[in-house]
């Protein structure tokens, strides 16, 4: 027996979610085991029916996981960032250990691994604010880098109206041709809508993580005279710490938004969202990254400023990886659609 099981309409569409791409695009078609039958599948060959059978157990509606994360750009934000949340917990290690007399201090190691960490984020924010500068057409993602690989100019197709019966429908994609095509072009750089809490709190967090990214190059080895003992405070304050506190700060108004997003009403926590959980330990690990560079302009005058400096680093790393393994979890798996009235086992998959 065939049938189409549609999702349900939602009364509580998240624009996170959306954004995510963690709702089902489009109808499932689920065939069972008898309707094939030997005559069903007589004339094709066994490759083409254990493709068939696979496709449908990948698909079925049961399953929320997602499919084809290869090239799901969600995935890699939170795949990104949780490797920068990791080393940044390295960092923390390798700088605190020494202030409790275990080990000795390593420079070079502590200013490498931040540089690394910094990168990853900067990267995973870049990737954050494409994902929602191309929101509701996340499926080209795939394409567009291979086309960006093969030194195209990033333009794809999307269709209008794809087969939900192909092999390509949960790709987005359809067959040759360009028949019942729509152009879009795919954007790695522009402007969204500003009304938008996602891309705004996007568009903060890329521009926060580039300014502190500078502070991580700035305090690589020989960037700036004498650092870390006895560097120029003036260069210190103005290209070290200060890029810290805005881009932290920044993280800190990124996080916030996050968290309204995902809220019904502004004041409201909304503790059933995992995109609240989310931007709460991103808060937390933001609020520490800025302190470690509030305190850090008293911090070679004050061996206790420099000690809660580098506590910061420690504890907010912490939270930051929290909210980036929490956040890649909630890639992995879609949303459960609101069961029907009259049909308590309907499911989006």
Known sequence: MEGELQRAPSKHW?????????????????????????????????????????????????????????????????????????????????????????????????????????????????????????????????????????????????????????????????????????????????????????FLACFIQMWAATIFWISTITGLPNVIAGFPDDPPTAVTDVFFWTPQVVGGSGFIISSLLLMIEVQNKWWLPNMRSLGWHIGFWNLVGAVGFTLCGALGYASLSSSGANYQSVLSTFWGSWAFLIGSVVQLWETLWREEAPKEAGNPDARDG
């Open 14 to 198: 998240s624009s996170r979610a959306s954004r995510k791409n963690r709702y089902a695009r489009r109808p499932i078609h689920v065939t069972s085991w008898s309707a094939l039958g030997a005559q069903g599948l007589s004339g094709t060959s066994l490759a083409h029916k254990e493709l068939t059978l696979i496709e449908q157990r990948v698909r079925q509606s049961e399953s929320q996981f997602k499919v084809h994360l290869t090239w799901d750009i969600s995935f890699w934000v939170a795949v990104l960032f949780t490797l920068g949340s990791a080393v940044w917990v390295v960092n923390g290690f390798v700088l605190f250990l020494p202030l409790v007399n275990i080990g000795s201090d390593d420079f070079p190691a502590s200013a490498w691994s931040a540089f690394v960490g910094g990168t990853l984020f900067e990267l995973g924010s870049y990737l954050m604010y494409v994902e929602a500068l191309n929101t509701g057409h996340e499926q080209l993602f795939g394409p567009a880098v291979r086309a960006l690989l093969a030194h195209a100019n990033g333009s794809v197709s999307e269709p209008s109206s794809p087969d939900p019966d192909s092999a390509s429908a949960e790709k987005g994609l359809t067959g040759s041709g360009d028949s019942g095509r729509l152009r879009f072009s795919f954007r790695w750089f522009g402007l969204g809508s500003w009304r938008e809490l996602g």
